[in-house]
C-alpha cells in the first residue's frame, strides 16, 4: 500500500485519568442514592379515610336572600376552622349537611336532626341587615354537635357541650399566637371568647343540674350563707352565669 503521508495517532489514558474518572462516577452513584426522588419533594401530609369521613357533607345556604356569598362563606369556615375539624376527628363525628337556618323564626339560633344528619344554624342579625358574629355562630354549632350524642339538654348533654367548648380552643393551634393554648385558659361559655380560668374546676365547685325542667345549683350552701369565702363566692358567680348561659342556648335550640 502507497504511503499516503498520513500520521495515525494513539491516545491512551494514564491510571491516575482512569482513578480519576472512576472516582467522579462513584461520587455521582451515591449522591443518586440520597436524592429524593421528585414525588416525594414537598410532598403532601397523607390523608386518611378518617379526613374524609369526619367532615361536613353538603353546604346550603338561603337562596331567598342576600350576600348568598358571606352566607357560604361563614359555614365554609366554620367546617374548616381548626378548633371544629379537631373535635370532629376526635369524636369521629360526620355530619350529612351544614345549612343557614331561616332567620324567620327569631327564637331559633340552630337544631340538630336526627343525631348529625343535618345541623341548621342562623347566620343573620334580626334586622336582616347583616351577620351573626362568627364566634356567637360557632358557639351555637358546638352546642348542636353536643346533640349528636345526647337529645334533651340534661346534665349529661351539658357536660358535653362545656367539653366541647374545651376542646375547641385547645385544638386550635392557631389560637393565642399559634401556640397550644393552657389547659386552664379557654372558651367561657358566658361571656365568648375572652380566656379565663375555669372557676367551676379550680374552685371545686358542684356542676349544675335538672330538677323537674328547671335548673338547680349543685351546692349544698345557702346563697344567704354569709360564711361563704371569696373563693367560693367567685365559684357560685360562674356557676350562675353559666346556667344562665346555658338556658338561653337550650331555649333557642330547635334540635330533635
Known amino acids: ?19 480519576k474518572v472512576q472516582s467522579m462516577d462513584k461520587h455521582i452513584n451515591e449522591r443518586k442514592l440520597f436524592r429524593p426522588s421528585p414525588s416525594a419533594k414537598r ?15 353538603a353546604i346550603e345556604v338561603l337562596p331567598q336572600f342576600t350576600q348568598q356569598g358571606r352566607a357560604r362563606a361563614l359555614l365554609e369556615r366554620l367546617k374548616q376552622d381548626k ?8 369524636h369521629k363525628w360526620r355530619v350529612g349537611s351544614l345549612i343557614e337556618l331561616s332567620p324567620a323564626d327569631k327564637t331559633l339560633l340552630g337544631y340538630n336532626r336526627n343525631k348529625g344528619e343535618l345541623i341548621a344554624l342562623r347566620l343573620r342579625t334580626d334586622d336582616l341587615e347583616g351577620f351573626r358574629h362568627y364566634d356567637a355562630i360557632r358557639k351555637v354549632l358546638l352546642h348542636e354537635l353536643a346533640h349528636n350524642v345526647w337529645t ?20 386550635d393551634w392557631t389560637a393565642n399566637g399559634g401556640n397550644s393554648i393552657s389547659k386552664d385558659v379557654f372558651f367561657d361559655p358566658a361571656h365568648g371568647l375572652t380566656g379565663y380560668r375555669d372557676d367551676l374546676e379550680e374552685h371545686g365547685a358542684d356542676l349544675p343540674s335538672w330538677q323537674g325542667g328547671s ?9 344567704a350563707n354569709s360564711s361563704l369565702t371569696t373563693q367560693e ?24
Open 233 to 256: 363566692l367567685a365559684a357560685r358567680a360562674a356557676q350562675l352565669r353559666q346556667i344562665a348561659s346555658e338556658r338561653d342556648e337550650d331555649e333557642m335550640c330547635g334540635s330533635k
Open 1 to 19: 500500500m502507497a504511503d499516503s503521508g498520513s500520521k495515525l495517532f494513539v491516545l491512551g489514558s494514564t491510571e491516575q485519568d482512569i482513578a
Open 43 to 57: 410532598s403532601q401530609p397523607v390523608r386518611s379515610l378518617d379526613d374524609d369521613k369526619c367532615t361536613f357533607g
Open 83 to 90: 378548633g371544629i375539624v379537631g373535635i370532629m376527628k376526635l
Open 215 to 223: 335548673y338547680v345549683l349543685g351546692s349544698g350552701h345557702s346563697s
Open 152 to 171: 334533651e339538654h340534661d346534665d349529661n348533654f351539658h357536660a358535653l357541650n362545656r367539653q366541647l367548648n374545651k376542646e375547641v380552643q385547645q385544638l
